[in-house]
């Protein structure tokens, strides 16, 4: 049985910067990489980024590129985003989804439960 | 970056009925990498259809997925009332993962 499950909601102020973190289990994170997704209330589906199978290095969306940092802890298959210099357009639901490469079929195959980050000004 | 269309952008239908739901993406997408996901309110995404027509685990046959190139689509025969939700196209080009901006299926 796989399961994500995501840290708690975050409240932060303009310019801070808060760390996410997924806890993985039922898979390795060697088998397979976490990826970022992000939900205005409301709006649709945003990638942020995560580890990609093709180019062997960590992408990320030109959008948060230079402010946000993806890590993996393959020994306690925890997963970690960290997104600094907050705005208000931050404010959104940030969701964890584990990455199949293309020889298992490229897809987003299990989702965390998502974590409310508030930014205020 | 690969811009992912979906329309329509709300679509009514009785439960019975089928529904068509297209995704069209700015270039040509590999079929390997199109997938389709579904999401309900206060739920996270839930994986419906990968590689553009196969199946995700528990997925009943009522769904699927065909196209290639820039045009793809979901089907869904005979819409059952747990369907109404909102679906989202996914595609992976350019070292870049995009998703459509959804379609609404709601209860006509």
């Known amino acids: 049985q796989v399961q994500l499950v995501q840290s708690g909601a975050e409240v932060k102020k303009s310019g801070a910067s808060v760390k996410v973190s997924c806890k993985v289990s039922?898979?390795?994170?060697?088998?397979?990489?976490v990826h970022w997704v992000r939900q205005v209330p409301g709006k649709g589906l945003e990638w942020l980024g995560g580890?990609?199978?093709?180019?062997?290095?960590?992408m990320y969306a030109q959008e948060v590129q230079g402010r946000v940092t993806m890590t993996e802890d393959t020994t306690s298959g925890t997963a970690y985003m960290e997104l600094s210099s907050l705005r208000s357009e931050d404010t959104a639901l940030y969701y964890c989804?584990?990455?199949?490469?293309?020889?298992?079929?490229?897809?987003?195959?299990?989702w965390g439960q998502g974590t409310l980050v508030t930014v205020s000004s | 970056e690969i811009v992912l269309t979906q329309s329509p952008g709300t679509l009514s239908l009785s439960p019975g009925e089928r529904a068509t739901l297209s995704c069209r993406t700015s270039?040509?997408?590999?079929?390997?990498?199109l997938g389709w996901y579904q999401q309900k309110p206060g739920q996270a995404p839930r994986l419906l259809m990968y590689?553009?027509?196969t199946r995700a685990t528990g997925i009943p046959d009522r769904f699927s997925g065909s196209g290639s190139g820039t045009d793809f689509i979901l089907t869904i025969d005979r819409v059952e009332p747990e369907d109404f939700a909102v679906y989202y196209c996914?595609?992976?080009?350019?070292?870049?993962?995009?998703f459509g901006q959804g379609t609404k299926l709601e209860i006509k």
């Open positions: 989804a584990t990455l199949r490469d293309l020889l298992s079929g490229y897809r987003f195959d299990y």
């Open positions: 039922g898979y390795s994170l060697i088998e397979v990489s």
């Open positions: 580890f990609d199978p093709e180019e062997g290095e960590t």
């Open positions: 270039q040509s997408v590999s079929r390997s990498y």
């Open positions: 590689s553009t027509y």
């Open positions: 996914q595609a992976y080009g350019n070292s870049r993962n995009t």
